[in-house]
């Protein structure tokens, strides 16, 4: 079946520094690709997406390129932000039950 | 927007107790799912339904019931509650369409079944 595998947390950064979140897929054939956020206490929301290969999603400075040839679909940012401390998923579509990854921790220290 | 609320943010119960878990939608989305949260185990979907009066299992239904009687509503039934079901509650809600299988999610229900 689909998985979506993804970095173990937590990550620790200082504001302002890059961030990378791993993720890869496995899938049949080619699924929509998701990144979607849990700040504390809240439910998850939509970060961005990517409908197809070679396709960039991005928002609020972060960004994920949709590798087909790696299945891959990696978050980044490049100056994170106290703010941005939450729990982060990753997540393959393709048919109307997604399958997540495990959620990967960011804490960013001022 | 789209909203999706549950009917509580924390909820105490006994073991033994029935409990029932809320979920309204605004947006006239066909499908909605139930997941529970538990550290470590990332989210894990209890049941789902893509319309009224259908529901399907998930990964994890032992131990619950779904109902779903209007298209904005599904709720989540523990029939006697156990320590090992004290979670995070998720609900969430999404389009038919796969195309637009964007989910939107409640804000959860942290339940602790004493």
């Known amino acids: 079946g689909d998985s979506v595998t993804q970095m173990e947390g937590p990550v620790t950064l200082s504001e302002e520094a890059f961030l990378t979140i791993n993720c890869t897929y496995t899938a049949t054939g080619y699924p929509s690709l998701f990144w979607y956020v849990q700040y504390p206490g809240e439910g998850l929301q939509l970060l961005l997406k990517a409908t197809k290969a070679d396709d960039k999603g991005s928002n609020k400075g972060f960004e994920a390129t949709y590798r087909k040839e790696t299945t891959s679909f990696h978050l980044e940012k490049g100056s994170v932000q106290v703010s941005d401390s939450a729990v982060y998923f990753c997540a393959s579509g393709g048919s109307y039950i997604p399958t997540f990854g495990r959620g990967t921790s960011l804490i960013v220290h001022p | 927007d789209v909203k999706v609320t549950q009917s509580s943010r924390y909820l105490v119960k006994r073991t033994g107790e029935k409990v029932f878990l809320e979920c309204v939608q605004d947006?006239?989305?066909?499908?909605m799912f139930w997941y529970r949260q538990d550290p470590g185990l990332g989210l894990r979907l209890i049941y789902f339904s893509y319309d009224v009066k259908m529901k399907e299992k998930g990964d994890i239904p032992e131990g619950y019931s779904v109902s779903r009687e209007k298209k904005e509503r599904f709720s989540l039934i523990l029939e006697s509650a156990s320590t090992n079901q004290t979670s995070m509650y998720l609900c969430a809600s999404s389009l038919l369409n796969p195309l637009q299988e964007t989910q939107y999610f409640g804000p959860g229900t942290r339940l602790l079944v004493l």
């Open positions: 947006m006239d989305h066909e499908n």
